[in-house]
């Protein structure tokens, strides 16, 4: 099984026979794995005087958590072999180094260093996973370091990563939880127009992902916050709508479990009571036929709402020869009594909390953990 190594260490006695002394026996340290086929096998080592071995004790330092000397180490290495082709893995193992001890900004210039100047390659690879953890501890709180305390925001830099990740790896497996993750930032920082953004990108680009439906969920919730009242823009209010009715279609046994047939039913309220009011500017104004064609409207696009209702008398004062010739648009029976008409749709949910009011209490973020050496 690739990538899942077991090793183990034994010492090996190696008999030195010479003429002078007799016999010595000196112990030597061996690193063994698991192979594939089941069998162990020695684990290659190299002279600590060659560029291979100076590079495999920089590892050995990480390991051991001597972070300093390891990037001390890395950065001799790098000085004095400036055309080497293992100048990838030197300034990603300095780049680890860093990362082990918390110095996560500084750290973010050497993994720059391999992602622009090796595309292609494994160290790439291991450079962005490693760039999607630091992004993710920013976006969660971690801040950076000044004057050796952690005291400066970094949300912003955990914004540009997380959509820098997604432009040099579109369609990876690291790209798609770097776009989770970013919707999720705007998410909790109350950025709603953002988020919906975010999570509508997360799932056109990944349809086949475990988090399609959460990203379908956030996104309708985030749309949903978006809309102030009936007489604000109303364009998320409409996209919500929209991706409700998606998700009912996608997801149906979920979309029951949130009540979306109720939700539904509010924002069509919403809507209803906001086309209301543009028709009671059009009354009070003295503009009466664009009032009747709006009160039309309202009940042709929302029969069954409280709004269609208070539409209905409005015409009936209008226009009443509209009713005597049976021309009135007609609502539906069973609509509910009117409701107080500027009031937006109650969604419980933290998506629909009003930036600056006071949010539940989180648990700190974790930080990064210390990553394992390649």
């Given at each position: 099984m690739y990538g899942h190594r077991i090793r183990t260490t034994c010492a090996v006695a190696t008999v030195v026979t010479t003429i002078l002394v007799g016999a010595s026996v000196t112990l030597a340290q061996e690193t063994f794995e698991l192979a594939p086929d089941g069998t162990f096998r020695k684990v290659k080592t190299y002279d600590p005087s060659t560029v291979e071995g100076q590079?495999?004790?920089?590892?050995?330092?990480?390991?051991?958590?001597?972070?300093?000397?390891?990037?001390?180490a890395a950065d001799d290495w790098i000085d004095a072999n400036p055309n080497?082709?293992?100048?990838?893995?030197?300034?990603?193992?300095?780049?680890?180094?860093?990362a082990a001890r918390g110095d996560y900004f500084k750290a973010l210039f050497d993994y720059e260093y391999v992602l622009r100047?090796?595309?292609?390659t494994d160290e790439f690879a291991v450079a962005q996973e490693r760039e999607l953890k630091i992004a993710e501890a920013f976006s969660r709180g971690v801040k950076r370091r000044l004057w050796g305390m952690r005291i400066m925001p970094a949300g912003g830099e955990?914004?540009?990563?997380?959509?820098r990740i997604q432009e040099r790896a579109p369609g990876s497996k690291v790209a798609e939880?770097?776009?989770?993750?970013?919707?999720?930032?705007?998410?909790?920082?109350?950025?709603?127009?953002r988020a919906a953004e975010?999570?509508?990108?997360?799932?056109?680009?990944?349809?086949?992902?475990?988090?399609?439906?959460?990203?379908?969920?956030?996104?309708?919730?985030a749309n949903l916050a978006t809309f102030k009242g009936p007489r604000f823009d109303a364009t998320g209010l409409i996209e919500a709508q929209r991706r409700l009715e998606d998700y009912q279609e996608a997801y149906p046994a979920a979309a029951e479990r949130i009540g979306s047939d109720a939700l539904l039913v509010?924002?069509?309220?919403?809507?209803?009571?906001?086309?209301?009011?543009?028709?009671?500017?059009?009354?009070?104004?003295?503009?009466?036929?664009?009032?009747?064609?709006?009160?039309?409207?309202?009940?042709?696009d929302h029969p069954g709402s409280a709004a269609a209702r208070r539409a209905v008398d409005r015409l009936r004062e209008l226009d009443p020869r509209m009713f005597d010739k049976g021309e009135a648009p007609v609502v539906n029976p069973d609509a509910k009594p009117a409701a107080d008409e500027t009031a937006g749709p109650s969604i419980d949910s933290e998506a629909n909390r009003p930036r600056g009011e006071e949010k539940p209490i989180r648990p700190a973020p974790d930080e990064p953990g210390k990553p394992s050496v390649p």
């Open positions: 590079l495999q004790g920089i590892r050995t330092a990480i390991a051991q958590e001597r972070y300093k000397d390891a990037i001390n080497n082709p293992g100048l990838a893995q030197a300034y990603l193992l300095r780049a680890d180094a860093k100047a090796y595309p292609g955990a914004e540009e990563l997380l959509i939880r770097a776009g989770k993750e970013l919707g999720d930032f705007y998410y909790r920082d109350a950025r709603m127009a975010a999570y509508e990108l997360f799932v056109e680009n990944y349809p086949e992902s475990q988090w399609q439906e959460y990203a379908m969920q956030r996104q309708i919730m509010r924002v069509d309220e919403s809507l209803a009571t906001r086309s209301l009011l543009v028709a009671k500017w059009y009354e009070r104004t003295g503009k009466k036929v664009s009032a009747i064609y709006m009160y039309k409207r309202v009940i042709k």
